[in-house]
């Protein structure tokens, strides 16, 4: 284990076993939040060296323990407010120097701030768009020169079923710029074999949708979640987190600017709670 700090807001605060050797290397924002778990824990369990960035270094330090001693994977944990622009623009300069490739990018990490466009200031606007749109753009900038030096790379960013059916502004206006984002990259970087996709969840309980709602307001959402979606149950974690490793996996490679619905069919529903009306005769 070694600790250092290099400044310019992204701090090194685990690095387990030898990186250099892993035959892939994934990064993984958000990875300690509910869905980026699961998906670090899918890509290790895949023999995939993981390197993992929050907030919290406590946190960090804790899971890449876990996922060494777990899974015998080497791991890289990174501490870093995805807010500062520093930070995110030192991130894969530092994972060049300790890893010495990155093949996946997920951008995970997701904020939503849920005002109404009437209550909703600059600010929340701001730092809604700098999480979900400006940290996938500037990372996967940053990563192209590896890609070019490596032959190819594949990038999933955590989109969100709201980009069709409309919802808080902010997050939604930038949950559909995700979706352009990941169409230019795919267009972009395709001939030097990198694939992008978007995989969109609805509904997870996690504590990001749990954030200031009450317990009525959860049950509630539950509910809504289970009228729209034909497959009669609530979407988890783990059903994110298997739909991103195939994305990555080689039998993804020829699929590349698509959206993936992963919540049950709910995409189907925009926003309708109207069951459909078959017609007689
Ligand atoms: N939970 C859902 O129902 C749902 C639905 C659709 C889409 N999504 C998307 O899925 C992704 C993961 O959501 P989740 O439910 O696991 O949420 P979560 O809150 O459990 O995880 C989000 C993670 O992002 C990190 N993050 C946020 N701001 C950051 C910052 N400034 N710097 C560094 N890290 C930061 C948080 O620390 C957290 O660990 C998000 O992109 C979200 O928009 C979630």
């Known amino acids: 284990m070694t600790k250092q700090?290099?400044?310019?807001?992204?701090a090194l605060v685990a690095c387990h076993g030898a990186m250099a050797a892993a035959e892939r290397v994934a990064l993984v924002t958000g990875a300690t939040g509910a869905m980026g778990r699961a998906i670090v824990d899918r890509l290790a369990n895949k023999g995939s060296g993981v390197v993992i960035t929050d907030r919290d270094s406590a946190q960090l330090e804790a899971f890449a323990r876990e996922l060494f001693e777990g899974h015998g994977v080497p791991v890289i944990a990174i501490a870093a407010d995805l807010l500062n622009v520093d930070a995110v623009q030192a991130m894969v300069p530092l994972i060049d120097a300790h890893?010495?490739?990155?093949?996946?990018?997920v951008n995970n990490a997701g904020l939503n701030r849920p005002q109404s466009l009437e209550e909703a200031?600059?600010?929340?606007?701001?730092?809604v768009f700098a999480i979900n749109l400006r940290v996938p753009m500037l990372l996967a900038k940053a990563a192209i020169p590896l890609w070019r030096r490596q032959g190819g790379g594949a990038i999933v960013n955590i989109g969100s079923r709201v980009w069709l059916s409309g919802a808080v502004p902010a997050y939604t206006a930038s949950k559909a710029g995700l979706v352009g984002l990941t169409r230019s990259l795919a267009v972009e970087l395709g001939p030097i074999g990198v694939t992008a996709n978007v995989v969109a969840p609805s509904f997870v309980d996690t504590p990001f949708t749990r954030q200031n709602r009450s317990q009525d307001e959860i049950a509630a959402m539950h509910a809504r979640a289970l009228e729209i979606s034909p497959v009669p149950r609530l979407g988890r974690a783990e059903d994110i987190a298997g739909t991103v490793a195939f994305l990555l996996s080689p039998d993804a490679s020829y699929i590349t600017g698509e959206v993936i619905h992963v919540c049950g069919g709910a995409q189907m529903a925009a926003r309708s709670t109207n069951p459909v009306k078959v017609m007689e005769g």
């Open 121 to 127: 200031t600059l600010d929340d606007w701001e730092a």
């Open 99 to 105: 890893a010495g490739r990155l093949d996946h990018l």
């Open 5 to 10: 700090n290099p400044g310019f807001g992204a």
